[in-house]
């Protein structure tokens, strides 16, 4: 069964910084692509950002580059999202997703339960 686990949200203060986890089961980790996507109250979902895992380059939305830091340890089968400089902006839940490759047209077929990131002013 394909699982796919986000960790490591919670409340922070503006200027903080927040590292989520993705914890992928029941396939093959190296064959897929990662995707992280977030939704704030009210707002459409908003694409992040997106990791090949068998190379491990990634690309990113050009509101949250230089921010945001995604990273696949394929040990651990997990990939992760680094999130610095938070601001209250930054405030959704975190998705991360599946997919086959990074491309603007893919499709995401299995969706992690979402964790909470609240920034505090």
């Known amino acids: 069964e394909v699982q796919l686990v986000e960790s490591g949200g919670g409340l922070v203060q503006a200027g903080g910084s927040l590292r989520l986890s993705c914890a992928a089961s029941?396939?093959?980790?190296?064959?897929?692509?990662i995707g992280w996507f977030r939704q704030a109250p009210g707002k459409e979902r908003e694409g992040l950002s997106c990791?090949?895992?068998?190379?491990?380059?990634?690309i990113y939305a050009d509101s949250v580059k230089g921010r945001f830091i995604t990273s696949s340890d394929a040990a651990k089968a997990t990939v992760y999202l680094q999130i610095n400089s938070l601001n209250p902006d930054d405030t959704a839940e975190y998705y991360c997703?599946?997919?086959?490759?990074?491309?603007?047209?893919?499709?995401?077929?299995?969706w992690g339960q979402g964790t909470q990131v609240t920034v505090s002013s």
């Open positions: 997703a599946r997919a086959r490759r990074c491309s603007s047209d893919v499709y995401y077929d299995y």
């Open positions: 029941g396939f093959s980790f190296a064959d897929y692509a």
């Open positions: 990791i090949n895992n068998n190379v491990g380059s990634a």
